[in-house]
């Protein structure tokens, strides 16, 4: 047995302040900007208490913003989870072991790279005129011009595209390994019963991962709430406001177009309530 | 396990796989290639695979100020804030992977939730405190910033690699004598070494990535390189798409000097998941 040592509190409690001060004054600070009426252009400001809060549930770009991040989140997490899942479960059926290192390998690439260097390299490839992506397009059509950036319709979803490009494929290899640590007994048993390859996944191995694979699911939504770098890189929001997620908006308010601090900041603050009431209930169920 | 026959369906499945492979890495493979090309090379409505290399691209990168400031302040602010991460995350998790008290379950959701706050919501205040005491667009600013990811990445990932050390090491450490800090530093930390590197290099990557909060709190002085990239891919289309190819595999290639001990961590997390 170890002896009461103090060290508990010396390795803890620095730390733990820290990351108090550092979170907390952020946060609480956000919450002050949120209710006064600061700009970047002018140092003085007044308390305006909630009216920025009123203003942006009548903005109709901001209701936009919204739904356009309800739609990302969506899009993104199903199509990541269904991209993880499908070439996970295609990896260990089909693929030796050696040739599954491999491509654990080269599916661990794209979300190594800087959301910055991601957005770009799809960016260009994009490109109606020049990309490698639309190339085969323009050579099936005989030069017809295909610009998914630059349609309200396509835009969100190729920006979404290069958004599971990098996760899909990482959590593929983490789905992988998950079906590796399973016990081979239920599988044999259901293969004796002459159950289907795609049987024995959909009614004894995924139900058996039921636990970490929300799990996973969890982290990307966490994750997919930072879509701002791709967005930014890829259409600053646009066409129009087809892609501009709160994050997007928040920032073209309190940077780019007005300067607006105390409104961006109301809607940070808002972004901040509802993400942290949602994951701590997901959390607490996914714990439970 | 009987081996199975060839059916249609199987080499349906190692198409496709084959498909996501060549997709996992052909678009980063051809930005490579496009970075040793001349412009007229690039811009052809049919890509050309054959042409005259050159390194013009890589020597206008590397002869920019703007790029050497942003890969030193880069190099600088991730650095400095990996190395708080790992002094003061890393005894943190021991303590709560060895010392466990009440506290642990909710200590573990404080560091889990503080990856739920939305950047912006954290650099907005941020950048009117820095502005109020005269340290807005400087890497100490950038440097104490990134520490709150660091430190909390950090300290997540190290709780269940502590865990992993074998408690009957440790316990034996103490029968011969040893106090609880030694035990920690010669035989914990060494013991833990390699998923340890795994977390290290994880938040590195992290915040060597990280794009929104940098935007926010630089304006000239303390741009990292993914800012300056990304500034050099929004000149417009007339800009030379070599060079920016070439600065995407400059910002691109720190982290994929990570590939093999990342892929190593994940093996050994699950690794000791199914002993």
């Known amino acids: ?288 | 396990m009987k081996p199975y026959r060839l059916r249609p369906g199987r080499l349906i499945a190692k198409a496709v796989l084959a498909l996501a492979g060549f997709l996992a890495v052909f678009p980063l493979a051809w930005t490579a290639l496009n970075a040793l090309k001349n412009n007229v090379d690039i811009i052809t409505r049919v890509p050309k695979v054959v042409f005259t290399p050159t390194l013009a691209n890589i020597s206008y990168i590397l002869g920019r100020d703007s790029v050497l400031t942003g890969l030193y302040n880069s190099a600088v602010a991730c650095g400095a804030a990996v190395l708080i991460g790992i002094v003061l995350g890393l005894p943190a998790a021991y303590a709560v992977a060895r010392y466990p008290n009440r506290f642990a379950g909710d200590i573990q959701f404080f560091v889990l939730s503080l990856r739920f706050l939305p950047p912006v919501a954290v650099a907005i205040p941020l950048m009117v405190i820095w502005l109020q005491i005269g340290l807005y667009d400087t890497l100490p600013a950038l440097i104490v910033t990134y520490s709150l990811l660091t430190i909390s990445v950090i300290m997540w990932l190290a709780i269940p690699a502590f865990q992993g050390v074998p408690k009957e090491i440790e316990e034996a450490a103490f029968v011969d004598g040893y106090g609880a800090y030694s035990v920690f530093w010669r035989i914990a930390l060494p013991v833990a070494a390699r998923s340890l590197i795994g977390a290290i290099a994880f938040s590195f990557v992290l915040v060597w990535n990280e794009f929104l909060i940098a935007l926010m709190l630089s304006s000239s002085n303390a741009k990292t390189l993914p800012i300056v990239a990304s500034e050099l891919s929004q000149q417009g289309m007339n800009v030379p798409w070599g060079i920016l190819n070439a600065s995407v595999v400059l910002l691109s290639l720190p982290p994929l000097l990570f590939l093999g001990v990342l892929s190593g961590f994940l093996n050994s997390v699950f690794r000791q998941k199914k002993s």
């Open chain 1, 1 to 288: 047995m170890r002896r009461r040592s103090s060290l508990p509190v010396t390795f803890l409690v620095p730390t733990l302040a820290i990351l108090l001060v550092l979170s907390m004054v952020p946060t609480l600070y956000a919450i002050v900007i949120a209710l006064q009426n600061r700009e970047l252009s002018s140092p003085g400001y007044s308390w305006v208490w909630f009216s920025n809060f009123a203003d942006l549930f009548l903005d109709r770009r901001f209701l936009n913003a919204v739904w356009v991040s309800v739609k990302w989140e969506i899009v993104t997490v199903v199509a990541t989870m269904a991209v993880a899942i499908g070439l996970g479960v295609l990896m260990f059926e089909v693929a030796s072991p050696r040739l599954r290192n491999f491509y654990c390998l080269l599916f661990i690439i794209p979300v190594l790279l800087p959301r910055v260097s991601a957005a770009f390299v799809w960016k260009f490839a994009y490109h109606p005129l020049y990309g490698i992506a639309t190339y085969p397009y323009r050579l099936i059509t005989g030069g017809l011009i295909f610009d998914p950036l630059s349609k309200p319709a396509t835009a969100l979803f190729a920006v979404a595209s290069v958004d599971v490009w990098q996760w899909g494929l990482f959590f593929a290899v983490i789905v992988l390994k998950l079906l590796e640590t399973l016990p081979p007994q239920p599988i044999e048993a259901a293969r004796l019963d002459h159950a289907k390859r795609w049987q024995i996944h959909a009614y004894v191995t995924l139900p058996m991962l039921k636990a970490p694979l929300i799990s996973l699911m969890f982290v990307k939504m966490i994750e997919s709430l930072r879509s701002f770098d791709l967005i930014y890189v890829m259409t600053r929001g646009g066409p129009g406001v087809a892609t501009e997620t709160l994050d997007m908006y928040a920032f073209s308010q309190g940077f780019i177009e007005s300067g607006k601090v105390s409104y961006a900041s109301a809607m940070a603050v808002l972004m901040m309530i509802a993400t942290v009431i949602t994951f701590t209930m997901l959390w607490k169920r996914v714990q439970a």
